[in-house]
């Protein structure tokens, strides 16, 4: 066996990655062979100094620590896993998510948790542009505030944002349910303030509670969700198409 | 008797008004909506019937018809995939969604392009076991809608499409009716039923072509870099599209032209965005051939091709694969005029109807209505389309061996000359009986 065999063996079995001497290809490749045989639950992601697509595709119940910043699409089309950046990350974090729970602890870029069709993605700083765009049913929490265009076309899942909202926030939206704590610049096309009922209460209470968000309260958010007026072509519309 | 009849003998019609041109205008006027429909352009368009093949003589030495091979086979994905896609026909099947579609008949093309050992494509929408079931090699289209997009169906694809556009509309986004929108397409896509379904334009999480490059990347490492990675884009700024997407790291690309059909957008979209397929191969091979990368990223052609001569012709201009999509509904039965008296109720007649966003297809292919559904049968259908694959394949043979070739990929523009101007300058062949190519060395 190779010295390199050797030093892959040992990340293998103990879970840690130095992407300053191993590759995002080996680490990968190394969280998608769990699928296969599992050989470690808890994975420690060291210097990854903002590179791209790290921990991408994992299909498993795995722990994963990246302890600094992360590229673009960390966490993309994660299933199952637990992944924490401990630092800032890039355009696209956790986009089409299936399941699991992406944290991270600083700001986000743009697209964040884009498309994702179900999982919790809480971001402890603020969010990019167009947060949770094309969102399919994932959850996002966002402790500070969104850029613009966030949910643009959401489908489903929550958006809850404890900061404030950019522009156009929830343009051209389907059936995602936004709770904004502060202000919002403007609403997109079709996107309303709706009332607050109990159940809303209740959801964003259910939702903080998932996310260990402690320092919120849901009666200080307000309701915002599609009008429905959008859903089929309608040529008095056609100033907001 | 007025003075002007008494001169003319008959009306006359105006060129620039039209009667079509007219009627729009009326419908315009009428319904304050604009005409959305499905299929590729109808105007007429410089295509390939405007070439023409110099078949061997003194200067040239024929294959044996009958008796001496030529091959037909093609790798796709050599670049960078641990496993390429090897078709047994250079004719693959187009990307056309299950939605746009019924599940019939995507299962009928799964059918017929396995048969000859052939590919077929996803579509907005994601990817149904019918298809995948019956599909050998499915290409799984990512598109910015993302509608149905999962790691698992990624990872069960032959090769990943990622959709920038599409020949019938450059630039613009995906469009399913709510009539379509039942509760299996609306579960697959997580809309409301009855919805009408607006597919973006633009991708989600990536904007120019630096961006691609990382998201290519990251299929890949979903992917462990098994399977191809194509980049589709309709034909416009072909030269500079298909410069950025090998620098991208496509390992396929695919260039729809302006023939290229759609399950519905806009009729002015059609008809007045994108170039002709002719125009935009020889563009899409010398960006190709300028980076060394012609044959080694291989180039997929599609829009407006309808037998073994347009195949022949794609590849004689550089193209390593052709895709088909209407002329494979189009085998399947769609436009059958045994359902004329149907397709006149609905307004049109057998050879025009191009309302399949509406869910109405008499020949039950473009809807999701389940009787009309009933009328189509998948195993005759995928019969049918194999026939017609086949065809196309010993149509491109026999002119590929008339040119002494013994593999259609040995097909060259040398082989071929234009019969218009306008032909030859955007095919670069010279007009026939001379040695004439517009544009070519300043004159």
Redesign the interface.
């Known amino acids: 066996m190779t010295t390199n065999n050797l030093a892959e063996k040992s990340a293998t079995e103990n879970g840690v990655y130095d992407l300053a001497v191993q590759s995002v290809r080996e680490l990968n490749q190394a969280l998608h062979d769990q699928r296969h045989q599992l050989t470690c639950t808890e994975w420690k992601v060291l210097n990854p100094k903002g590179q791209h697509n790290i921990a991408v595709g994992v299909d498993k119940k795995l722990t994963i620590d990246i302890q600094g910043h992360a590229g673009y699409y960390c966490a993309g089309m994660n299933k199952e896993a637990d992944i924490t950046v401990h630092g800032h990350a890039g355009q696209g974090v956790a986009e089409n998510m299936m399941s699991g729970t992406v944290r991270v602890k600083g700001n986000a870029s743009s697209s964040a948790g884009a498309t994702a069709h179900g999982g919790l993605l809480i971001i402890e700083g603020d969010a990019g542009s167009r947060c949770g765009i094309s969102m399919k049913g994932v959850d996002i929490v966002v402790k500070g505030s969104v850029g613009h265009m966030s949910c643009f076309m959401g489908q489903a899942g929550i958006l809850a944002v404890c900061g404030d909202a950019g522009d156009a926030l929830g343009d051209s939206l389907y059936e995602a349910h936004i709770y904004v704590k502060g202000s919002v610049k403007s609403l997109g096309a079709d996107c309303i303030e709706k009332e607050m009922r109990p159940e809303h209460i209740e959801e964003l209470t259910a939702l903080f509670e998932r996310a260990g968000v402690t320092d919120q309260d849901p009666k200080d958010f307000k309701r915002y969700g599609s009008a429905r007026q959008l859903y089929n072509f309608k040529v008095d519309n056609a100033a907001a198409y | 008797m007025s003075e002007k009849r008494k001169y003319m003998t008959e009306p006359r019609e105006s060129a620039t008004f039209d009667r079509h041109t007219l009627a729009e205008i009326r419908r315009a006027a009428d319904?304050?909506?604009y005409d959305i429909r499905g299929a590729g352009a109808k105007r007429k368009l410089p295509h390939f019937d405007d070439l023409l093949f110099l078949g061997a003589s003194m200067s040239r030495y024929p294959l044996e018809g009958y008796r001496e091979k030529c091959n037909t086979s093609v790798t796709l994905g050599t670049r960078f995939a641990k496993k390429p896609i090897h078709l047994d026909i250079p004719v693959t099947i187009a990307g056309m969604s299950f939605g746009a579609l019924s599940a019939y008949a995507k299962e009928a093309l799964g059918r017929g392009a396995s048969a000859v050992g052939t590919s077929t494509t996803t579509g907005d929408g994601g990817m149904t076991p019918e298809e995948r079931g019956q599909s050998t090699k499915l290409v799984y289209q990512y598109l910015p809608?993302?509608y149905g997009?999962?790691?698992d169906d990624?990872r069960k694809a032959d090769a990943i499409e990622v959709v920038l556009g599409q020949g019938a509309k450059p630039g613009g986004g995906g469009m399913l009716?709510?009539q379509k929108i039942t509760d299996r397409v609306a579960k697959m896509?997580?809309?409301?039923m009855?919805?009408?379904q607006?597919s973006?334009c633009r991708h989600?999480?990536?904007t120019g072509p630096d961006?691609l490059e990382?998201?290519i990347?990251?299929l890949r490492?979903?992917?462990?870099?098994q399977v191809p990675i194509y980049i589709k884009v309709g034909a416009t700024r072909t030269y500079y599209d298909v410069k950025l997407a090998v620098k991208a790291g496509a390992d396929v690309i695919v260039v729809d032209g302006m023939q290229g059909g759609t399950a519905a957008t806009q009729d002015v979209f059609i008809e007045h965005v994108g170039i002709p397929t002719l125009a935009a191969i020889p563009q899409a091979v010398q960006a190709l051939q300028e980076m060394g990368m012609h044959r080694k990223v291989q180039l997929i052609v599609s829009g407006g091709i309808r037998n073994g001569a347009d195949v022949a012709k794609c590849m004689a201009l550089g193209a390593d694969a052709v895709a088909i999509g209407t002329a494979a509904m189009v085998a399947l039965g769609d436009n059958d005029p045994k359902w004329e008296e149907e397709y006149q109720k609905l307004g049109s007649t057998a050879g025009c109807y191009d309302d399949w966003h509406e869910g109405r297809d008499p020949a039950g292919i473009s809807t999701q209505d389940p009787e009309l559904m009933k009328r189509f049968d998948p195993v005759e259908g995928g019969r049918r389309l194999a026939n017609y694959l086949r065809v196309l394949t010993l149509e491109a043979q026999t002119l590929a061996r008339a040119c002494g070739k013994n593999d259609l990929r040995n097909l060259e523009p040398e082989d071929l000359v234009a019969l218009t101007v306008e032909s030859a300058a955007m095919a670069r062949v010279p007009l026939a009986g001379t040695q004439w190519i517009p544009g070519a060395n300043n004159w």
């Open positions: 319904t304050g909506i809608s993302r997009m999962n790691p990624l009716l709510g896509r997580t809309l409301p009855g919805v009408d607006r973006a989600p999480d990536w961006d990382i998201k990347k990251e490492e979903i992917t462990d870099w």
